[in-house]
């Protein structure tokens, strides 16, 4: 399934899929390489950022203004009135409470959000999932490089962005950018702790399997979360990358290193957690921290990159969405199409791009999923054509093979 | 032993002393009590000590043998897997599943203080405890749980945490760690669970 029909979601949206199909036609698709663009005044940044787990898109960015919203996502629905009003980003989708960032980005038009995007993957395993996302294959297979390394590769040599080489933030560089183009690893802590959800999913285990290990483990994890309340952020951020303040210190190391002249210009990380099963929340509870965290992340990024910032994309993407319904445990289980946002100084932004696909059970994907309408690649391929300047061939060829048909989304960009 | 007089000129009388220890009957049923902690349980079966002490008296201390004895009992082999590897015992076998022999030793050391073991240094003579009772504390669990994700979010190229199950545990494989595993997030998340699972901790 391809998009040809995104659309720019700010008009009412009793009008949205009437105006769907001519909106096509505001796209030119580019067929001509833009090496340009890359070449010159721009000295372009790239961020990924990839969130595994599987973000839950209608928690993210809810279709508030969609009538069947509420009763599908029930409790966690995110709510346009109310104490946790999420944010207004147009008259039919609204931004969760817990991304001010995002939410001010969008409003001086840094920030674009795709929703009811996937990529071509359509089978609901995590490890699958993160690798067709992360390869930027069209099915499952596994591979040694990503889509953005060969981006890289595919540049021009002696251009500052290729052998600047990338950055892979963390203790392992994600898929997405390793490959034959040289990559530089960094992470903020060299010991990182594990994440709470490890630590739940093995007291959970444990529960069923070894009563006295969990035990032994559940004490071992509230100690150490009362000496965190107690000291402070002594010792740096003690939930690792993945807690609020790891994904801040991760996004805060590596926009310095992004900022540096001689710096690398293409960075890639993963934060992980996003796999809420259970007791998910909405405008508040756990969903709402870890994006709580994303958007510190992007405010990050956004002062330590100074003046690079105007050069500046961060993509942030997932492997797939959640269940349209929620379910026994208060959270979603894995599903099909979800969101990915852009943010940054080169973003044009304040545009919510979906071609909305509707929620009722007719138009769910199996009955089940939000649908998808956008093949994240048309995305990702108007990122990096119009960013780094690679050619629709390049871009249908080695970076993502066999993606002919998927055309790239244009004018994303400033 | 107490009491008695070694009147043995010199060294003899402590060689005297010391095999008189050797041969008393509660020298052999202290050996075959850690014996059996150790490779058994905290608590070893009361037959398998008594066999295991018999083994050693009848043979005069013959370590060999008392192995033997041990790998002949039914208890070694029925007893449900209770002990805790010690943090040696679990960063070897992390090694060893994860097929990534440590380059330097200095991993290994940090790892082994970090956990509680640092290497030759206990910290009293009696040396580290051999109970799992011992192990099994909150803060060692939280430590193993920290190094767990630290080898495994290391990993790039990894087999299918659920086939290296296999191959760790076997038929002992529990069906609710197998469905934990394949319910992760990230293979290093399910990777991380399997060097935490009771499969890989217990032994």
Known sequence: MTNMRATFCESAPLSRRAMLTGAGALFAWAHAPRIASAAGARDPRLVVIILRGALDGLSAVGPVGDPDYIGLHGEIALSATGPDAARPLDSFFALNPGMPTLHRLFATKQATIFHAVATPYRERSHFDGQDVLESGLPGVGRTTSGWLNRALAALPAGQPIRSRGGLG???????????????????????????????????????????????????????????????????????????????????????????????????ALAFDGWDTHA??????????????????????????????????????????GRTARINGTTGTDHGTATVAFLAGGAVAGGRVIADWPGLKSHQLHENRDLRPTTDLRAML??????????GAATLAGSVFPESATVKPVTGLLT | MLGRIYAQPDRAQGLAALEELARHPSTARHIATKFARHFVADEPPPALVERLARSFRDTGGDLKALAETLVASPEAWSAPPTKLRTPYEFLIATARMTGRAPINAGPILGGLASLGQPLWAPAGPNGFADTAAAWVSPEGMKARLDLSWQVASRIQDMSDPAELLDKVAGAAASPVTRQALERAESRQQALAMLLMSPEAQRR
Not at chain 1, 299 to 308: A, C, N, V
């Open chain 1, 169 to 267: 933030v963390g203790v392992a560089t994600p898929l997405a950018l390793r490959g034959p183009a040289p990559v530089v690893g960094w992470a903020p802590q060299a010991l990182q702790p594990a994440g709470e959800d490890l630590g739940r999913r093995m007291i959970d285990l444990y529960r069923h399997t070894d009563p006295a290990l969990a035990e032994a483990l559940a004490r071992g994890l509230e100690i150490d979360r009362l000496a965190s309340r107690e000291m402070g952020d002594e010792k740096g951020s003690r939930g690792g990358m993945n807690s609020v303040a790891g994904m801040a210190q991760a996004a805060r190391g590596a926009a310095r290193l992004l900022a540096a002249p001689d710096g690398p210009r293409v960075a």
């Open chain 1, 279 to 320: 007791n998910e929340g909405g405008p508040r509870g756990r969903l709402a921290q870890l994006l709580s965290g994303l958007d510190g992340a992007f405010g990050e990024f956004e002062k330590g990159l100074g003046d690079k910032w105007r050069d500046t994309v961060i993509v942030t993407i997932t492997e797939f």
């Open chain 1, 381 to 390: 391929k108007g990122v990096l054509g119009d960013h780094l300047g690679l």
